[in-house]
C-alpha cells in the first residue's frame, strides 16, 4: 500500500526539463535541446548542434507521411515557409518512416524542409514525443541550443513564428 501511494506521488512530481500532463511527458521551455543526427529525405545527415549559434531550429515531430492531419500542418508550414526563412529559422518534419516515405511525402506536397527518419523513434523517445505513435508536438530550438517553445499538437504558424526571437 506505502509502495502505491509513493509511485504515485512519484508520477505527478514534476521532473526538471519536462511538463507532465499525467503519463505525457516532454521537454519543456528553457531546456537544453537535446543533439541528435538523423537522415534526411535526401540521404543527407542532419545533426541538430551544426545549427547552434547560426539559425533558430523548427521541429515537428508529426505522426505519419500521406496523412490527413500530418499534411494539412506540414502544408501550411511550407505555405508559411517565407517567413520561418525571413527570421532564420529551419524546419524540419520527424517521425519514423524511412527516407523513401519521407521523399515521396516531399515531392507530392513541394515540402522545402527536410523530413527526418527517427527509426525507432529514438529521438522521439528523448524528446518525450514517443509513443504507439509520434505525438504531434513542435519545438523551436533557439540559437544558443535552448527550446524556447514546446507544444502539442497543430499550433498557428504566427504562434511558432512569435516564439522565434532574432531576425537573421
Given amino acids: 500500500m506505502k509502495a502505491s501511494i509513493i509511485a504515485g506521488l512519484l508520477a505527478g512530481v514534476l ?20 543533439d541528435f543526427s ?3 529525405d535526401k540521404g543527407d545527415t542532419v545533426k541538430l548542434s551544426d545549427y547552434q549559434g547560426k539559425n533558430h531550429v523548427v521541429l515537428i515531430f508529426y505522426p505519419g507521411d500521406q496523412t490527413p492531419g ?3 500542418q506540414l502544408c501550411s508550414i511550407r505555405d508559411d ?3 520561418f526563412k525571413e527570421k532564420g529559422a529551419l524546419v ?4 519514423p518512416a524511412d527516407k523513401d516515405s519521407h521523399r515521396l511525402f516531399a515531392q507530392k506536397q513541394g515540402y522545402q524542409f527536410p523530413l527526418l527518419v527517427d527509426q525507432g523513434q ?16 513542435v519545438f523551436v530550438v533557439d540559437l544558443q ?10 499550433p ?4 511558432i513564428l512569435a516564439a522565434i526571437v532574432g531576425q537573421k
Fill in 156 to 159: 498557428p504558424d504566427s504562434e
Fill in 15 to 34: 521532473i526538471a526539463g519536462t511538463q507532465t500532463s499525467g503519463e505525457d511527458t516532454m521537454l519543456a521551455t528553457g531546456t537544453t535541446a537535446p
Fill in 70 to 72: 500530418c499534411t494539412k
Fill in 145 to 154: 541550443g535552448k527550446i524556447i517553445y514546446a507544444k502539442r499538437g497543430m
Fill in 81 to 83: 515557409y517565407a517567413q
Fill in 38 to 40: 538523423l537522415i534526411s
Fill in 92 to 95: 524540419f518534419g520527424i517521425n
Fill in 122 to 137: 529514438k529521438v522521439a523517445a528523448v524528446y518525450g514525443t514517443k509513443g504507439m505513435m509520434v505525438k504531434r508536438t
